[in-house]
C-alpha cells in the first residue's frame, strides 16, 4: 500500500508472503482484525508513514519481525494485538511507537523489542513472554540490553506491564485464545482448562472494550487479540 491516505482495512489474513502487508508513504491508515503469519520477512513492514494503527492484529512466525517500521513519521500505534514468535524480535521501530493491551513474545534468543535509532517504545498494560535470553528490550542510542522489567520500567515504559507465560490454547497452531477455567472459546463450544492466564482481565481498567467480550467478562479488558 503506497502514498494513501485515511483508510481502514479489516478482517485480512496474509501468509506466506514476503511482508505480510507493506506500508509506504501512508498516513492515517487503520489495520483492524489482520493476521499476517509464517511471511518471509515481516508481518507487516512501515517505511515513511505516520498515523499508522493496527488494531487486534495476530502477527506470528514470521521470519523476522511481527511489526517493523523505519522512517516514521510518528503516532504509530500497536493495540490489543499478539505478536509472536517471530524469528527476529516482536517489533523493530526507530521512532516512537505505542503498544497497548497486547501480549508480545519470543521463543528464540532475541529481545522482544528493537529500539533502533531514536526509537523509544511508549503505552502499557501489556504482557510479555521472553525467550531464553530474557530479553525485553534493547536500545541502539542507550546502547543498552534490557533483562528485568524494572530496568525497562525506569525508562517510563510499560509501568503496569509484566512477564509471564500467556497460557495460550496453542499458539504453535495458532490457536491464541488465553485458558480459563471458566471456559475459553473453541468452534462454538467452551472447554475448561486447568489454569487462568494472566493476560485475562488484565488490560487498560479505563478502557470500555471490555463491553464487545461475551458476558461473564470480569468488567475489564482481556489483553492480546
Do not use: C
Request: no cysteine; glycine share 12%; net charge negative.
Amino acid at each position: 500500500i503506497q502514498n494513501t491516505r485515511n483508510i481502514e482495512i479489516h478482517g485480512l489474513r496474509i501468509t506466506g508472503a514476503r511482508n505480510g502487508v507493506a506500508l509506504q508513504n501512508v498516513s492515517d491508515v487503520v489495520l483492524e482484525g489482520l493476521e499476517s503469519f509464517s511471511n518471509s520477512s515481516n508481518g507487516v513492514w512501515v517505511t515513511g508513514s505516520g498515523g499508522v494503527q493496527i488494531r487486534h492484529a495476530r502477527l506470528w512466525n514470521n521470519i523476522h519481525y511481527g511489526y517493523f517500521s523505519t522512517g516514521s513519521k510518528g503516532s504509530e500505534m500497536v493495540s490489543g494485538s499478539t505478536l509472536w514468535g517471530n524469528k527476529r524480535a516482536a517489533v523493530s521501530f526507530d521512532e516512537g511507537l505505542s503498544v497497548s493491551n497486547s501480549i508480545l513474545g519470543v521463543t528464540n534468543d532475541v529481545p522482544i523489542y528493537i529500539e533502533a535509532s531514536r526509537g523509544k517504545m511508549q503505552g502499557d498494560y501489556n504482557l510479555y513472554g521472553v525467550g531464553p535470553a530474557g530479553e525485553i528490550g534493547t536500545n541502539a542510542l542507550e546502547k543498552t540490553v534490557y533483562t528485568k522489567v524494572s530496568e525497562w520500567q525506569a525508562g517510563y515504559r510499560d509501568l503496569h506491564s509484566f512477564v509471564h507465560n500467556p497460557l495460550f490454547v496453542d499458539s504453535t497452531s495458532g490457536n491464541f485464545h488465553l485458558q480459563s477455567r471458566a471456559g475459553y472459546w473453541s468452534n462454538g463450544t467452551w472447554p475448561l482448562s486447568a489454569n487462568t492466564s494472566w493476560a485475562i482481565d488484565a488490560g487498560d481498567p479505563g478502557s470500555t472494550a471490555h463491553t464487545n467480550e461475551p458476558a461473564p467478562n470480569g468488567v475489564r479488558l482481556n489483553l492480546g487479540a
